[in-house]
């Protein structure tokens, strides 16, 4: 069965893209533009992967963060990838426990795109 990435992304053209990319890898994808619907769809999809933008409406990609692996515990790996590039950004991302902080101009969608590939086999 394909692993099934979590892409939360607020801006269209970024998020058709990246799901267009991931899904020529071969994996199912679920799409959320906000916060909010972010944490919905981690509870109703199990995704085995998380792509997460920062900067998003309702719920900011922090407070979903802190929310699935501070609170909830989650081991789903989560990946940040946002435009915020302060060193005290990717700290909080780290510590709260993302297990990587992209940020979007700084990579190549075939690098990350190997990223993603790379996390996945890792969990088999």
């Given at each position: 069965?394909?692993?099934?990435?979590?892409?939360?992304?607020?801006?269209?053209?970024?998020?058709?893209?990246?799901?267009?990319?991931?899904?020529?890898?071969g994996f199912k994808v679920v799409t959320a533009r906000d916060g909010e619907e972010t944490l919905q769809?981690?509870?109703?999809?199990?995704?085995?992967?998380?792509?997460?933008?920062?900067?998003?409406?309702?719920?900011?990609?922090?407070?979903?963060?802190?929310?699935?692996?501070?609170?909830?515990?989650?081991?789903?790996?989560?990946?940040?990838?946002?435009?915020?590039?302060?060193?005290?950004?990717?700290?909080?991302?780290?510590?709260?426990?993302?297990?990587?902080?992209?940020?979007?101009?700084?990579?190549?969608?075939?690098?990350?795109?190997?990223?993603?590939?790379?996390?996945?086999?890792?969990?088999?």
């Amino acid at each position: 069965m394909a692993k099934k990435i979590l892409i939360a992304e607020d801006e269209t053209s970024l998020l058709e893209i990246l799901k267009n990319r991931v899904e020529q890898l071969g994996f199912k994808v679920v799409t959320a533009r906000d916060g909010e619907e972010t944490l919905q769809k981690f509870a109703e999809e199990k995704p085995d992967l998380i792509l997460l933008d920062i900067l998003m409406p309702k719920v900011n990609g922090f407070e979903v963060l802190e929310e699935l692996k501070v609170k909830q515990k989650s081991p789903v790996p989560i990946i940040i990838l946002t435009n915020l590039d302060q060193a005290e950004e990717v700290e909080r991302g780290k510590s709260l426990g993302a297990v990587d902080y992209i940020v979007k101009t700084n990579i190549s969608l075939k690098d990350l795109m190997t990223m993603v590939n790379n996390y996945i086999e890792s969990m088999d």
